[in-house]
């Protein structure tokens, strides 16, 4: 019975816990015991005011990088940008089979104390080992701080909810009356970046209508973005394509979106109301880099498609288009045939056997919806004529 108590309770324990936010880094060692690197959370200050600063890190003591730390007497604690999660996700072992060494997975220098810090990385804490305690499972490393990189610009990359996310300014209430309002006024929606111009403005408009008050915060980003940040509790609410969707996700179907296939008015194609993978296989491509991946409908057919060039911006590849670079695939139509800098574009019918894009509205499923995200839902359904 005590074994059973002690378990439940060791599963809140790791419950409550991924809740609480963290940075997430990567810490390193190297010396005459050799490199190594591994992926934790639980770092923290210990005081700025000791001869030199100190700071803590726990390791699994399974990891071979406890041992190297402890023979090395050295590491390095590299706190990670948003933008690196790959970087992460190797030193956490996810693309083992991938890589036979996971420091090809980014560029090093070394730190005075010779411990491995990634070329770019928001801080990176260059640590003497001071003590060393295993409690229970991990060993707790205390580091004498001894040098220090700041990076002039970037965010943290967080761990909350299981799942990455980024930090976003929070403006202070005026008063406490002010923020109560504001916590049960407010409503956090995602969604990706190439249609989220076409929906969400006349969607925020009805919903301001119903309720002036109202606050609604955006997170704007592509498939992986929006996904993280619904794990993670930042948004309420997503649209999404419906591609790869979790299981403990509701989703409701909202809208569709046919490809189509865009052209600069001079292309030789363009001459064309409709064309086949066969006839854009013969000329360079400008691939949306994001899902949905388009170059599906040529991979389908047999074909490979040439790729000169991608971006994961919506306007950089309608651009690149406009300027003659290649043809594009898209789903999203914009009302203007231009591109940012006044070239002209032109849409044409694809002639393929493949579904179309499928817009939908997503949910955590253990999650009650709040009274503003009741609304929102409802607004949608009204919007894309979609029944209960």
Known sequence: MRVKSRRVLRNKFLDGMSHAACTVNIITTDGAAGRAGVTVSAMSSVSADTPKPTLLVCVHQLSPTAQKIIDNGVFCVNVLKDDQT?????FAGRFKDVVDDKFECAEWTA??????RVIDPLVGFDCEL??????GTHHVFLGEVTDIFVAERGSPLIYAHRAYGAVSRIERASSIAAGKRRAQSTLSVGCFHTFGPYFLPELIQRMMANDSI????????DQRRILESLQAGKTELGLLFDLHLPEDLAVIPLTQLTPYVLLAEGHPLAKKQALTPAELVEYPMVLLDDPPYF???LENAGLTPKIAHRSSSFEMVRGMVGHGLGYTLLATKPASPMTYDGRALVSRRLIAEAEPSR??????K???LSKSAE????????FFGVSD
């Open 86 to 90: 790959y970087v992460s996700d190797t």
């Open 111 to 116: 730190m005075p104390s010779g411990a491995p």
């Open 130 to 135: 001071i003590s060393s305690n295993l409690v």
């Open 214 to 221: 109202l606050t609604i915060n955006l997170v704007e980003g």
């Open 295 to 297: 170059t599906e409908f």
């Open 359 to 364: 817009v939908v509205l997503i949910w955590r």
């Open 366 to 368: 253990s999650t009650k």
């Open 375 to 382: 609304q929102f839902l409802s607004i949608c359904r009204e």
